[in-house]
């Protein structure tokens, strides 16, 4: 048996890992998935926490460790980090982006290296069972007796009233934390040599999560875990050709016959298999990822920069695409358009390599002492529910749910420390290695409190005021309800940025709260567009690309009466956002302020309407146009 499996007796450090991870997992996990930016308040310090911990283990450890796996994933990091600093042009975006591929790393580094033993990864994989099961409960009190009900006192949008989410906010996030859990939980139900009673739990236990997979009504998931389970006796080096041919030939019916039956049975999936066969596929990702390809093709190296998607999406925005898409709805092109190739390369180059290292050591090998999560056909389960999770990555974003990338990071870590085994050396330097993780410590320790905690507490912070404020455009409020809510946003974006002064979106938002306060004191108009200006000039010293910064500095200096600065502004935004209909409306309501600028307000107008029939703002705009002519 290789030394680096060895144990004993399981250390405290060990168990401190183990809880620490376990209790950051069902924190997460629960809170939407980590979606929100005062839940990440929480994660990023528990896994700082975590991080400290591991490194103390090894200051204590009598031969510190370290897998070559984890190596492999650093120089990514690194370069992410520099991304992040140098070449973003929304720098507060990129460390945030940078922070959720570090979380993924770190997890998969710490018990890669610090969760060996039997007990401490039986009780981390049950843990995440154990979040499925709960996941998918909530995904029945969902479908059956609240569709719109969500965690944390939120409610569920329209278009995802007839699939189930569970804990998380969208179903396909749901869906692809049940694809990493149902391939194993089968294959422990078949496990040879298990009791009548075991198979049934954990028969009764895929079930239960495959129900919550089939509520979901994730098509990317379902395909995933079919060209999954469908290759695995392809991949098998114990069959000859013909029974793997066959055994892949028997999944494939098993599948469609599923499939059909979910057809006939139920009318949410019908619905959404034929809208699927009447699009031939997909209608608005393909959107999406022209947008990721041809930002890639701008910068082909280093991309347009960490965490940039977004924002530089509306130069391709097309005409009457009126959804924010956030990411690329794939993962791999939303890599290579944010990190460019040398990015892409580095991680899954990486990923790649370390796959290849498993297959060449599974051959090794290996005493389970017991250990039902080391046996052949549960590894090899682990490795198909990973294997469905990446292909679903081509549809979707899941390693920007930071709970979903910490379970893959977990799953894929007990997978490679037992199928590549390494032996490690005997402890040379251990003096310099405990300094050097004491040293890590403190550096973990100030990163968490300078950076860290405030980055998502400020983030928090600002998301909750343009909350606030969204609702306020969006439905009419009292003027007492209107003023009493502008000033708490008012009050949260002021400590927003005094507490992280280099979030662009909190300035900008600032200056957007500071112009809403004039409809409160009119009196104060002047001096508030002053005060707007500031801040939205403080967000434009930090980012220049975004539409929405120059906006806010037109409707500040509109505010002080200087209409030909504040054109400028306002041209310069449809230059970088020219398909944004909300762009379009604040440049006509800007020209409707000039009496002899009226036809040309009623045209930007007109064309805010046609990008977005339904843009409430525009409609108003146009109403009062069209009554301000008639006027005598």
């Known amino acids: ?102 979380q993924l790393v770190t997890v998969f580094w710490v018990v890669l290296n610090g969760v060996r033993s039997s007990a401490p990864r039986r009780a981390l994989f049950v843990v995440q069972i154990g979040l499925g099961v709960v996941a998918v409960a909530l995904a029945c009190y969902q479908h059956f007796v609240r569709p719109d009900w969500l965690m944390l ?27 990493l859990l149902i391939p194993v939980s089968g294959a422990l139900a078949l496990r040879a040599g298990a009791s009548t009673a075991t198979r ?58 599923l499939v059909a039956g979910l057809f006939v049975a139920s009318a949410s999936v019908r619905d959404r298999l034929i809208i699927f066969a009447r699009d031939s596929g997909e209608i608005t990702r393909p959107i999406m990822w ?47 358009s944010d990190y460019g190739a040398i990015g892409f390369v580095l991680f899954f180059g990486a990923v790649a ?33 990973l294997a469905a999770f990446g292909l679903q990555l081509f549809v979707d974003f899941h390693f920007k749910i930071p709970a979903l990338a910490m379970v893959f990071g977990t799953l894929a870590a007990l997978v490679v420390q037992r199928s590549w085994s390494h032996r490690f050396p005997a402890a040379q330097g251990a003096f ?45 409020a009292s003027p007492e309800a209107y003023r009493t809510a502008l000033i708490r946003v008012r009050a949260d974006l002021a400590a927003a940025v005094a507490l992280d002064s280099s979030n662009a979106q ?23 567009g002053k005060r707007s200006e500031a801040a939205a000039n403080r967000a434009l010293a930090l980012s220049t690309v ?15 009466n200087r209409w030909l600065e504040a054109g400028e502004d306002f041209a310069y935004s449809l230059e970088l956002t020219p398909q944004t209909a909300l762009a379009w409306y604040y440049y006509g309501y800007h020209l409707s302020l000039n009496p002899h600028q009226r036809d040309l307000a009623d045209a930007a107008v007109n064309f805010c309407l046609r990008l977005d029939p339904e843009n409430g703002p525009g409609l108003a705009l146009r109403q009062h146009l069209a009554i301000s002519a008639k006027a005598p």
Request: hydrophobic share 50%; net charge positive; aromatic share 12%.
């Open 353 to 385: 390599g370390i796959i290849w290292q498993c297959v060449r050591h599974r051959r090794t090998p290996i005493n389970d002492e017991g250990d039902w999560l080391d046996a052949p056909a549960t590894r090899a389960a682990l490795i198909v529910g």
């Open 290 to 336: 022209r947008a990721a390809w041809r930002l890639w093709r701008e910068q082909p190296a280093v991309g347009s920069g960490a965490g940039s998607y977004n924002v530089l999406f509306e130069k391709y925005r097309p005409e009457q695409f009126v959804n924010e898409p956030q990411w690329a709805h794939n993962d791999y092109l939303n890599t290579l």
């Open 506 to 528: 909190a300035w900008a938002d600032a200056a957007y709260a500071d112009s809403l306060w004039a409809h409160v004191e009119p009196r104060e108009t002047m001096p508030l």
């Open 200 to 257: 049934l739990v954990w028969g009764a236990l895929g079930a239960f999560l495959g129900f919550g997979l089939v509520l979901t009504i994730s098509r990317g998931a379902w395909l995933g875990l079919a060209l999954a389970l469908i290759a695995w006796p392809l991949a098998s080096s114990r069959w000859s050709w013909r029974q793997r041919i066959g055994a892949a030939m028997a999944v494939l019916a098993l599948m469609v016959a």
């Open 153 to 179: 006192g939120r409610l569920q949008v329209d278009q995802f009233l007839s699939r189930a989410s569970g804990c998380f906010g969208i179903p396909n996030s749901l869906a692809a934390l049940l694809l």
């Open 546 to 560: 975004a539409g929405e910064f120059w906006i806010r500095r037109g409707v500040a200096r509109d505010m002080q």
């Open 1 to 102: 048996m290789s030394t680096s499996l060895s144990t004993n007796r399981v250390s405290a450090w060990e168990w401190m890992q183990t809880t620490l991870l376990a209790v950051n997992l069902t924190w997460t996990t629960l809170c939407l998935g980590g979606y929100r930016p005062e839940t990440m308040v929480v994660t990023g310090a528990l896994t700082c926490a975590l991080v400290a911990v591991h490194l103390l283990s090894n200051a204590f450890a009598a031969t510190p460790r370290a897998h070559p796996a984890g190596w492999w994933l650093l120089p990514f990091l690194i370069y992410a980090a520099a991304n992040a600093h140098w070449i973003t042009p929304v720098r507060w975006l990129g460390w945030r982006d940078w922070m959720g591929w570090a």
């Open 432 to 476: 310099l290695v405990r300094v050097f993780a004491v040293i890590g410590v403190a550096a973990v320790l100030v990163f968490a409190v300078s950076f860290v905690v405030p980055h998502f507490r400020t983030e928090a912070l600002r998301y909750r005021s343009r909350q606030t404020i969204d609702r306020l455009a969006n439905a009419p």
